[in-house]
């Protein structure tokens, strides 16, 4: 009989039934589409081995004038810059204390636990802490001492930590004369803490205990939750973006830090508003923003701006209030007619939620639109319009710019702006937003593959506390397509080198697109076909052989997938697996047996260094009578 060729329509479509998509393929992990055709997406190894502290939500890249390029961290606890291979600290610092003479006591005998006097240290549990200049005692050597310790309990100025290994005797005193504590900025949390119910967020109303309202449908922003200290008690993101050679960070909701390249990679950041030397003259900064819920560099005419931060002379944030500061000068803030710093109200919505930066403006949602803020040059410096009304945005991180075009996703929309704003047709929508944790929305991180032409955010599902699936566009040959994979933040590093991400289970960060495996382990992945049939389901199928069409770019010496076939009687129906194939570089055609009305088809694989891309299948298939 003659061959039948499959040729299945592109992309992931899950907006219809199974039966409704006859003739296309429905669901997937860890596939995308190049060409109009299935393939196994790339694998990732880690970049450095060394685990970051906390959850990292926010990546950025950027070079000194000496062509060294930096990748900054911002974690739930801790601030880094990556540097080559490898991890420097760069965490703001608290405060500094030198301790008395022997201030670490053993705990209970054959434990890990040791109490360390601190005088005035003003800790919460899960701060860090630096120890310096301890010697040895008991079973510890200086190294172990000297490390960065979490606080598990506080007792007035006694804190205890665990150290590495257990002691020999309980009730030790030691360290010696010369240790220095440093006290690093406290931890934010994992998770949104935002409540529960209808009425509250992230759909509207009152969050409970704060007294704090959003319009009705309006999205609430969960840094208000805490008005005292937003900067410790919630879901802990960061802003990160270069002023120049430097580091400019802000943890939403709070302060303002500043990382001077020229003092080095030891260096630590340091509060916008601390005193410098500039020209060899003290200098204290005026009139910059206590708080922020985001700063970003302008493109084109370098000026730092704060996003939903306190206006002059004010003490709590206006979340509608935009303030930048003089060209090129991220200390001055005082708009004075000799310089360009100055600052806006938006007009529309109860708060900004974030801003992006593209080539030609700025682009700043709010809980009810999104605005352009447009460099015009003096006297007002920074021109306003609403784009759009009616529309918002999920997450501070939900938004990419792939190219000349910003993606975004919404409250169960996506959305694409080219210059004005329009809904981006979705596949696979309600696949998606059908089941999603809206209370962690602000975890949602967009990311772009450039060098495959696709947008993917990572968002948590229904059940999950963090972020386990993701949804991909190719926007060049606009197809969607999906699958699980845990990531909380995400950076394309263009065509110089992979993109990078970090994860939560591991504290990783990764190198994506790297071989086919998952840091050294298989990679699994998968697609799977709707249902085909003949005539409506009127007549039967009898498919006798197949023949495949695989090509394989894994390292592996005996690369396979697996490609099972399965039946069903009518649509609603379970699907029973008939027949399971093995397919290698050199697997000829196969003869099988199956009869029903409707077939489909699943490809996978399973094993370690294995990278596949599926041609056209061939089936000897026909028509085999109605009963």
């Given at each position: 009989?003659?061959?039948?060729?499959?040729?299945f329509r592109p992309g992931?479509?899950?907006?219809?039934?199974?039966?409704?998509?006859?003739?296309?393929?429905?669901?997937?992990?860890?596939?995308?589409?190049?060409?109009?055709?299935?393939?196994?997406?790339?694998?990732?190894?880690?970049?450095?081995?060394?685990?970051?502290?906390?959850?990292?939500?926010?990546?950025?890249?950027?070079?000194?004038?000496?062509n060294d390029r930096y990748?900054?961290?911002?974690?739930?606890?801790?601030?880094?810059?990556?540097?080559?291979?490898?991890?420097?600290?760069?965490?703001?610092?608290?405060?500094?204390?030198?301790?008395?003479?022997?201030?670490?006591?053993?705990?209970?005998?054959?434990?890990?636990?040791?109490?360390?006097?601190?005088?005035?240290?003003?800790?919460?549990?899960?701060?860090?802490?630096?120890?310096?200049?301890?010697?040895?005692?008991?079973?510890?050597?200086?190294?172990?001492?000297?490390?960065?310790?979490?606080?598990?309990?506080?007792?007035?100025?006694?804190?205890?930590?665990?150290?590495?290994?257990?002691?020999?005797?309980?009730?030790?005193?030691?360290?010696?004369?010369?240790?220095?504590?440093?006290?690093?900025i406290s931890p934010g949390?994992?998770?949104?803490?935002?409540?529960?119910?209808?009425?509250?967020?992230?759909?509207?109303?009152?969050?409970?205990?704060?007294?704090?309202?959003?319009?009705?449908?309006?999205?609430?922003?969960?840094?208000?939750?805490?008005?005292?200290?937003?900067?410790?008690?919630?879901?802990?993101?960061?802003?990160?973006?270069?002023?120049?050679?430097?580091?400019?960070?802000?943890?939403?909701?709070?302060?303002?830090?500043?990382?001077?390249?020229?003092?080095?990679?030891?260096?630590?950041?340091?509060?916008?508003?601390?005193?410098?030397?500039?020209?060899?003259?003290?200098?204290?900064?005026?009139?910059?923003?206590?708080?922020?819920?985001?700063?970003?560099?302008?493109?084109?005419?370098?000026?730092?701006?704060?996003?939903?931060?306190?206006?002059?002379?004010?003490?709590?944030?206006?979340?509608?209030?935009?303030?930048?500061?003089?060209?090129?000068?991220?200390?001055?803030?005082?708009?004075?007619?000799?310089?360009?710093?100055?600052?806006?109200?938006?007009?529309?919505?109860?708060?900004?939620?974030?801003?992006?930066?593209?080539?030609?403006?700025?682009?700043?949602?709010?809980?009810?639109?999104?605005?352009?803020?447009?460099?015009?040059?003096?006297?007002?410096?920074?021109?306003?319009?609403?784009?759009?009304?009616?529309?918002?945005?999920?997450?501070?991180?939900?938004?990419?710019?792939?190219?000349?075009?910003?993606?975004?996703?919404?409250?169960?929309?996506?959305?694409?702006?080219?210059?004005?704003?329009?809904?981006?047709?979705?596949?696979?929508?309600?696949?998606?937003?059908?089941?999603?944790?809206?209370?962690?929305?602000?975890?949602?991180?967009?990311?772009?593959?450039?060098?495959?032409?696709?947008?993917?955010?990572?968002?948590?599902?229904?059940?999950?506390?963090?972020?386990?699936?993701?949804?991909?566009?190719?926007?060049?040959?606009?197809?969607?397509?999906?699958?699980?994979?845990?990531?909380?933040?995400?950076?394309?590093?263009?065509?110089?080198?992979?993109?990078?991400?970090?994860?939560?289970?591991?504290?990783?960060?990764?190198?994506?697109?790297?071989?086919?495996?998952?840091?050294?382990?298989?990679?699994?992945?998968?697609?799977?076909?709707?249902?085909?049939?003949?005539?409506?389901?009127?007549?039967?199928?009898?498919?006798?052989?197949?023949?495949?069409?695989?090509?394989?770019?894994?390292?592996?010496?005996?690369?396979?997938?697996?490609?099972?076939?399965?039946?069903?009687?009518?649509?609603?129906?379970?699907?029973?697996?008939?027949?399971?194939?093995?397919?290698?570089?050199?697997?000829?055609?196969?003869?099988?047996?199956?009869?029903?009305?409707?077939?489909?088809?699943?490809?996978?694989?399973?094993?370690?260094?294995?990278?596949?891309?599926?041609?056209?299948?061939?089936?000897?298939?026909?028509?085999?009578?109605?009963?």
């Amino acid at each position: 009989m003659p061959l039948t060729k499959l040729q299945f329509r592109p992309g992931i479509i899950r907006e219809v039934t199974e039966y409704s998509n006859s003739g296309g393929w429905f669901d997937c992990d860890k596939i995308r589409f190049r060409q109009g055709y299935p393939e196994k997406i790339g694998g990732w190894l880690a970049a450095v081995n060394t685990p970051l502290a906390g959850t990292c939500r926010q990546i950025h890249e950027w070079s000194s004038l000496e062509n060294d390029r930096y990748i900054g961290l911002g974690t739930s606890s801790h601030l880094y810059i990556l540097w080559s291979s490898s991890l420097y600290d760069i965490t703001p610092i608290r405060a500094t204390i030198s301790l008395p003479a022997n201030p670490f006591i053993t705990g209970p005998t054959g434990t890990t636990l040791a109490l360390v006097h601190i005088p005035g240290n003003g800790s919460r549990i899960g701060d860090w802490i630096q120890f310096r200049g301890a010697t040895a005692f008991d079973a510890y050597t200086a190294d172990q001492l000297n490390q960065q310790y979490q606080v598990v309990a506080v007792d007035g100025d006694t804190v205890t930590i665990n150290l590495p290994v257990a002691n020999l005797s309980g009730g030790i005193s030691g360290g010696g004369s010369v240790v220095t504590a440093t006290l690093f900025i406290s931890p934010g949390l994992d998770d949104a803490v935002v409540g529960q119910g209808w009425g509250i967020p992230p759909w509207g109303g009152t969050a409970p205990g704060a007294g704090l309202t959003t319009g009705w449908g309006e999205a609430f922003d969960p840094s208000q939750l805490n008005p005292v200290d937003p900067t410790v008690n919630q879901l802990r993101l960061w802003d990160l973006d270069n002023f120049g050679e430097d580091l400019v960070a802000n943890i939403r909701g709070g302060p303002i830090y500043y990382w001077h390249q020229s003092l080095g990679l030891a260096s630590h950041a340091v509060p916008l508003n601390q005193e410098i030397v500039a020209n060899g003259v003290p200098f204290v900064p005026a009139d910059v923003p206590a708080t922020a819920r985001q700063v970003l560099v302008s493109p084109n005419d370098r000026h730092l701006i704060a996003l939903g931060c306190e206006d002059i002379g004010a003490t709590t944030p206006d979340l509608l209030l935009v303030r930048w500061s003089n060209a090129e000068d991220a200390y001055t803030w005082t708009p004075l007619r000799t310089n360009s710093a100055g600052s806006q109200r938006l007009s529309a919505g109860s708060f900004i939620i974030c801003g992006m930066r593209t080539s030609q403006n700025i682009l700043i949602w709010t809980g009810l639109g999104l605005w352009s803020m447009s460099y015009i040059g003096m006297p007002y410096v920074f021109g306003f319009q609403s784009v759009a009304n009616g529309l918002s945005i999920i997450g501070p991180n939900a938004m990419i710019n792939a190219g000349s075009i910003v993606f975004w996703m919404d409250r169960g929309i996506f959305y694409a702006y080219t210059g004005q704003t329009q809904e981006l047709p979705c596949a696979v929508k309600d696949y998606v937003f059908k089941d999603f944790n809206h209370l962690q929305g602000y975890k949602v991180y967009a990311g772009h593959n450039h060098a495959f032409s696709e947008v993917i955010w990572f968002y948590p599902s229904a059940n999950s506390m963090e972020n386990d699936r993701y949804v991909m566009y190719n926007y060049l040959e606009q197809l969607w397509t999906l699958g699980t994979m845990e990531r909380t933040a995400w950076l394309d590093m263009g065509r110089a080198t992979l993109p990078v991400a970090t994860d939560r289970k591991n504290s990783l960060l990764y190198f994506h697109e790297f071989g086919d495996d998952d840091n050294g382990s298989p990679l699994p992945a998968w697609v799977e076909s709707a249902d085909i049939d003949a005539e409506g389901g009127e007549h039967y199928l009898f498919l006798s052989r197949f023949i495949p069409d695989v090509t394989f770019r894994g390292g592996a010496e005996e690369q396979a997938v697996g490609v099972t076939i399965f039946s069903r009687p009518a649509p609603g129906r379970p699907k029973i697996a008939v027949v399971r194939l093995g397919v290698s570089p050199n697997t000829p055609e196969q003869y099988i047996r199956v009869r029903d009305r409707q077939i489909s088809f699943r490809i996978e694989s399973t094993a370690a260094g294995v990278g596949w891309r599926l041609g056209t299948l061939r089936v000897d298939m026909q028509l085999d009578g109605r009963r």
